[in-house]
């Protein structure tokens, strides 16, 4: 599968909030470096951030759902 980066975030609960609204909706998603962000947050502007990874099929739905929401 291969996923393309939708959005970086700075903030965990912001981040999982958004994975969240779009697995419910059947999106494939997933946070890339969720946990490393999360146990040292000085990495944060480092690494860019958590990065909402989407399946390339999806990324037209979820972009317009996060534009909605």
Request: hydrophobic residues 45%; contains cysteine; proline residues 4%.
């Amino acid at each position: 599968m291969e996923f393309v980066p939708l959005r970086s975030f700075d903030n965990y609960i912001e981040a999982n909030i958004v994975m969240q609204m779009l697995q419910h909706n059947n999106i494939n998603c997933h946070l890339k470096d969720e946990h490393i962000i999360t146990i040292d947050p000085l990495l944060s502007p480092a690494l860019g951030g958590m990065k909402l990874m989407v399946h390339h099929a999806h990324v037209d739905k979820a972009w317009d759902m996060m534009q909605k929401a």
